[in-house]
């Protein structure tokens, strides 16, 4: 399937992003088909980019293909220029510098938008681009820290823990992200307008904090319950994980009364059918109830015991089984790649199917301003242009 069948043909991204959030929130587009045009600078691109032997690095790899890349010096007027070329006819351009940087260089929202008009321009920051930490840097740990999801992540009795992946960095800015430009891209179709779009990864992880709120104004009297005392962080019975034999983990999520008894019946446990949501002193007991259980089977066992139960209960896999696990495979979630060094690589597939569209890889991850030429050449710059360009270290 080409890709003028993708859903985001025909529309073009301007990708001034590094790290995470902005690049991988990029490549989601461009895998749906729009033209992502990654602006890097001249002396290493991406930060992400290098590693120590000189190679293009894993994370790099596994967030920026499906783009091409542009190396322009944006300290030099002619660099301007170019993006200024570039914005005319753009749908959407996506930052992640702080407040006022864009603005500083020429390029922010009201000089572009005065260019174009329906330009949809996304601004991603830790803090948003209002309020007192606007000029504050951060990390992912930082955003879940002042967003409440750190302090409630974790075993009871245990430290804050900030979990396997970026939550703030991921669901806060590379998903919300995309979503409010996708709002905004159709609006601009309809209308001939475009939006500034401004996304704060600290916001955007709040906004995530549904269960904790509302555990908090059901059961709490204004105040969260303690870590993993929550009721899906380790309160019920039937909800939580259990270590097993070998020392790995079974993970309960039988909330619903026909999971936890389909569980129950499957193990030959049927007196534990009433203890599944009991609190308490009685809560307490059913939990080391279930650990023992739990405990008496290599978590090999309980794999195949649990592969045709439809209760809920699944073995807690690491990374490396989880990519040769059958619904991984049949998903065909893992698929390779090619390095701008020419290395294999492993990569995650889109994890959207719809009809009428087939993920595929049209681009591989780019060298370092790998098309500069190209875009430069059709954005009106001749080859002599161009050579000057060079020669002045600007493209």
Request: hydrophobic content about 40%.
């Amino acid at each position: 399937m080409t890709a003028g069948t993708k859903p985001l043909s025909g529309i073009r991204v301007l990708d001034f992003t590094q790290y995470l959030p902005g690049p991988l929130c990029t490549q989601h587009l461009a895998d749906l088909g729009a033209d992502v045009v990654k602006i890097e600078n001249r002396k290493g691109g991406d930060l992400s980019r290098p590693t120590p032997d000189g190679s293009t690095s894993q994370m790099f790899l596994k967030v920026n293909r499906n783009k091409r890349s542009l190396s322009i010096d944006l300290r030099q007027a002619e660099g301007i220029e170019i993006v200024r070329r570039l914005a005319r006819d753009a749908d959407v351009l996506v930052e992640g510098f702080r407040p006022g940087v864009m603005d500083k260089l020429g390029l922010g929202y009201a000089a572009l938008s005065a260019l174009n008009p329906r330009l949809v321009y996304c601004a991603i920051t830790g803090y948003g681009q209002d309020g007192p930490f606007r000029e504050f840097g951060g990390h992912d740990i930082n955003y879940q820290s002042l967003s409440g999801v750190l302090e409630q992540s974790g075993a009871a009795g245990g430290p804050p823990a900030p979990g396997g992946f970026q939550v703030a960095d991921i669901a806060g800015g590379s998903l919300t992200s995309a979503m409010a430009l996708l709002a905004a891209l159709v609006d601009a179709q309809r209308t001939g307008q475009g939006r500034f779009v401004d996304v704060s990864m600290t916001d955007a992880a709040l906004a995530c904090m549904v269960m904790g709120l509302s555990t908090m104004d059901s059961f709490g009297n204004g105040k969260p319950l303690p870590r993993g005392e929550d009721y899906t962080s380790g309160k019920l019975p039937c909800y939580g994980v259990y270590e097993t034999a070998d020392g790995r983990h079974v993970a309960l999520g039988a909330l619903e009364p026909q999971f936890w008894r389909a569980f129950c019946d499957a193990v030959q446990r049927p007196d534990l059918i009433a203890k599944g949501w009991a609190l308490g002193a009685d809560g307490d007991a059913a939990k080391a109830e279930i650990a023992a259980l739990i405990k008496s089977r290599s978590l090999r066992d309980w794999s195949e015991l649990l592969s045709t139960v439809d209760g809920c209960a699944t073995p807690v896999l690491r990374l490396d089984e989880v990519l040769e696990h059958p619904l991984t495979r049949a998903r065909g979630m893992v698929r390779e790649g090619l390095s701008p060094e020419g290395r294999p690589y492993r990569q995650f597939a889109f994890p959207v199917r719809m009809s009428g569209y087939r993920f595929s890889v049209e681009r591989n991850p780019p060298a370092l301003g790998e098309h500069n030429d190209e875009l430069l050449k059709s954005l009106g710059y001749g080859d002599d242009d161009i050579a000057a360009l060079h020669s002045k270290n600007v493209a």
